[in-house]
DNA sequence: TCTCAAACTGAAAATGATTGTCAAAACCGT
DNA sequence: ACGGTTTTGACAATCATTTTCAGTTTGAGA
């Protein structure tokens, strides 16, 4: 129900298609969808099968590796992240994001959603804005 | 662009469908998907075409009378809410959804943004957990 | 009230991301 | 190399959402 690829096995040696994927992500910066990954993938040669993308990128997220947010439109995309805890800034234009951290904004949430009676509490936050050179070219 | 619909204009009568669509989310406290709305209506007996579900839905977004979010799997849920800016602290089992405000996540926000050069900074934040029901029944 | 154009509706078809299927291919330990 | 297990990938199936388009409703004006 988790995966299906694999679950809780120490994790066997990455496939080739598998590395492409992630080696991908390492490479990109911003927020990229698994058909864009597959395009990339399938441009550069070494091509991997869209279903396998799928299949990669959601094992990545259930390992934690890879973070994932919907776009307005629903599209899932993926990010390589860092593993701890944190938040993001997304450009709205060029998608230049940056990892944030706000631990009084963990401890809020933790609280208010604890005084209304709630528990096993998680949460999603993400902020939008024009990055400093899209403003800029905006002008 | 934006709606189709209607987009400056002082709004003309609600149609009946768009009436029932209004009423039916006025009448439920928990985020609805619009198969579910158009389901709901259709039991009801007011049928309303599942294109007009969505026509109203997303117009209605636009117009702020409405709060769209994602599911998990992507599927959008709509409900009828306060006009003035808050998040929402949702049940993950039923739906339970509980406006709350959080001035203080706001200013950090704008912060974090404007120290990194981002602006027209928004931002999406939702809390979810187990409400105290539903904590209890798995017990 | 009659008329016409603009707005609205809804059934059905189109779209597009995501998932399921399943036979072939890659791997692994023996 | 051999049998068993895992992964792959082309393709079909799902499913929410959008678009199409012809028929209906509405509103302002004659």
């Not at 864009?36 to 990128?57: F, K, N, S």
């Not at 973070?67 to 860092?82: F, H, I, K, P």
Request: hydrophobic share 35%; aromatic share 4%.
């Amino acid at each position: 129900m988790t995966s299906g690829t694999n679950s809780s096995a120490p994790s066997r040696k990455p496939t080739r298609q598998q590395a492409a994927v992630a080696e991908l992500l390492e490479r990109s910066d911003d927020f990229t969808s698994a058909q864009t990954v597959h395009a990339r993938l399938r441009e550069a040669g070494a091509g991997v099968g869209l279903a396998t993308v799928y299949r990669t990128l959601q094992s990545m997220v259930d390992a934690g590796t890879v973070d994932v947010l919907r776009t307005d439109d629903g599209e899932a995309v993926y990010r390589a992240c860092s593993t701890h805890h944190h938040h993001h800034l997304v450009c709205r234009s060029c998608g230049r994001t940056v990892e944030v951290e706000g631990p009084a904004v963990e401890k809020w949430a933790d609280k208010v959603a604890s005084e209304h009676g709630y528990t096993g509490v998680t949460h999603t936050l993400e902020i939008f804005g024009s990055c400093a050179d899209c403003t800029a070219a905006d002008a």
